[in-house]
């Protein structure tokens, strides 16, 4: 008897909903499981059926890192909460200079969620991972009833290798040291706002999340000294920069005319009233390294598809104080300070 | 991007600044208040200030909308929520305002309240309809700029029979603004030398509601554009006025303000709201004839009507220097809990809270600007 047979009627994955016995642990439960899940991540851990998926590591140093998705809408240009939820732990991952080995994902659905936009979600979920080599491993699903949740919330954890010889830490900014970027930046929050029904606002922009550790293998290959790497993603590039500066306790220069910025983006923060400094991004990276090696990063960077724009936008300098400073486009100077609160567009 | 990239030119800058620089006269000083937080905000980003000579000074002004609106309005608003449950939407600026009691909306909205953060007056109005249920009112804030929406938002109301909908009016007028710190002479007062009129608000009212100010208080105006290069550019005709001892409105937005301003506008306001015999100002305190409130003709979509609340007095908190900074008597950093205990994370005063707040501003870019003590 195959698993398939204990239930009496497939899953109506046209015109079914997410209802309480799916996070019931019954017959309902391991059907949603079967045949949706199992399905579509279909892998040899997985289908060992435990509560823990059993596998054996590679030798070196294990980094695990762990992130909640929450995005609204669900779906948007570019990408869905399913392919968000991969690249954002692989990247979490990957900004070690690790190699991604493995993936948790834990679902967190609303009573009533269409079964079909779950299917949609779980298929690019599956995508995302097969694409980025890694395996989604274990999981688990919970339902919560009608109106105490959003649909669906993703939590993803991975695990990874760091590679020997390798010693990336957001800690490790000297001054002297050399900033890039592998691209344009704000896309994805500027291509998410441009979802929301309430802003009514329509433009081409796609997302850019993006699986990075290939670019990051590139990259440690090119340059094994890279001092940091980190990805901007929630509060954007000027948070991030905050960040790299604060923990190293250096301060940091940047020169507003050599972040890439696409003409679009810019045009929409303009009508936003905000700065693409502070948009989110879900495929940048942000990389420090010694200035005599910043060439041959950029240029393996350059040599990766999702690098092809990168740019040198700064250096690191001393500063006790930890400001990041931007040389305005206008030829003034300002402070890119941390992000504050949500980012607001400004009233009149 | 079009039409935008040519205002913020680098090439043009420097030659504004040199222009600046050979004719400011080195025996005097140039006090130029800019009445709007988007000069404000243009001043601070664009680092405008770095490129003006040593003896020109920019003094900011309370054109700030979120900054000039006072606690016990906020309080009121809370009250509502409170005591009647109704939804209440307002722009995010003012979600971060305190209140009283250290209270913001974003605390009340924590706490329970229905407080929404709407982009347009027109997400109130599809609230009102998707939600027959609730009782939607709208804070609506703002100078003559974000007047005529809230206008025409009340007039649709009024159309479509939205009995759910209501307005919480406390938009407020420039030109009192403007006579209210310019009548704080002596040595209560600020000293100026000229005032950067507003952009938007000017769009809306024209150039001619400035008259008074060359005519009673002997100082130039000129309407400034918000964009970098229009700030440098009535800079410096600011500065010719000065030395010329002119005294005159000049227009340096003339590709958006004209003299008698935006007929359609003004006779959509005319129609629908009434001028306040008096309206609490945060920093100035009560001004007559400042604000608007909504006509008799529309009481019944007027929010203060249907949900009437009490509100306790409010005290600004302590040591707080918003008032003399709205005036422009105090820079922010010569405010005691400046950076100390208030930022923009935790916001004790209102100038802290909008980007277009003088404290925001400072903060932000707070390596680069020196107390001068100029303004005083």
Redesign the interface.
Known sequence: MTARSRFSARLDLENGRVDMSHGAGGRAMAQLIDELFKQALDNEWLSQGNDQALFSVPPGRLVMSTDAHVVSPLFFPGGDIGSLAVHGTVNDVAMSGARPLHLAASFILEEGFPLADLARIVASLAQAAREAGVAVVTGDTKVVERGKGDGVFITTTGIGVVPEGIAISGDRARPGDVILINGHIGDHGIAILSQRENLGFETAIQSDSAALHGLVADMIAAVPDIHCLRDPTRGGLATTLNELAQQSGVGMRVRETDIPVREAVSAACELLGLDPAYVANEGKLVAICPADRAETLLAAMRAHPLGAQSAIIGEVVEDPLGFVQMQTRFGGERLLDWLTGEQLPRIC | ?KY?DEF?D?QL??QLAAAIAAEVDPARQYRLMEFC??HT?AI?????Q??MPPNLRFVHGPGC??CVLPMARLDQAMAMTREHGVTLCT??????VPASGRQTLLKAKAAGADVR???STQ?VL?IARDEPERQVVFMA???E??TPPTAVAILQARAEGLKNLSFLCNHVLTPPALRAILSLAGPEGVRLDGILGPS?VSTVIGTRPYAFVPREFGLPVVIAGFE?LDVMQSALMLVRQINDGRREVENQYSRAVGEVGNARALELMARVFVTRPSFEWRGLGFLPESALALADDYADLDAERRFPVTVEASHEIKGCECPAILRGLKEPTECKLFGAVCT??NPMGACMV???GACAAY??????MPSSGLNR
């Open positions: 991007m935008v913020r680098q800058a420097r937080g988007g905000h601070f980003r664009y680092g405008v770095q490129l909308p979120v722009y995010g600026d003012l979600m971060r953060m709407i982009y997400d599809r804030i703002g100078f700029t974000t938007h970098p923009p994370d909008s980007s277009e903060w932000s870019h707070r390596t680069h």
